[in-house]
């Protein structure tokens, strides 16, 4: 694990390894952490995750787990045997789901446990989604109340919006980790979020960590965007 606890975890959104590579090979651990998502764990698979820690990098496994409680709990211990730093489960899966998750964690000592956090509702569901899934209850306190269900189930924190966040610390406090995506450093493209943050407002607003993808993936310079970025959050 590197030592200066980087809180940028770059979403390395690749459709297969060699770009991803490419990318890696040019920026250090101590700059930043690295998330592999369905895409590039579906096209390349474990392999390319135990590469890369193998270079140093803490891996955000952001496959968002979501099966019957003994899937989970296999599927948690075979992240954990990778060695991930952190992986992530749909809250929607359920109390017991989670609990299951956790207990796989729990077989390991403190060093190789890895942070498991929970997805509340993805942000791309809005009100008319849930209702189509026959949820009557207004979004924000599903997610209140999908943060309560997995806190309680022995989860370290959520993935979660920048925006979310100052509620969330209001009910939950400072304990829970929580991860942020939508984030944009002045002056970058907006790409396909709606609501952004800047990393410095994110990181006041109370995110543990944040998740970057093309503002630093697709940045002519990646090691001088996440140095001005690390820099950014150093300024009160
Ligand atoms: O490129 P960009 O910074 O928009 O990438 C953000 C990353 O965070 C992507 O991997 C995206 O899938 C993920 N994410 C998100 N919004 C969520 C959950 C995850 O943008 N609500």
Redesign the pocket.
Known sequence: MPENDPKIIV?L?FASADPARQFVKNISPDLCRL?I?KELFTASGPDLVREFIDDGFDIFL?LKFHDIPNTVNKAVTAACELGVWMLNVHALGGRTMMEAAREAVQGYSATRQPYLIA?SI???TNQQGLSDLGIDKPLQQMVMDLTAMSLDSGLDGM?C?AREVELLRQQFGQKPLLVT????PAGSAQ???QRVMSPHQAMQAGSSYL?????V?QSVDPVQTLKQINNSLLTP
């Open positions: 979403a959104d998330k998502g952001d997805v993805l942000t791309s993935v919006s995506p939508g984030i944009r790409d396909d979020q998740v970057i993808g093309r503002p993936t």
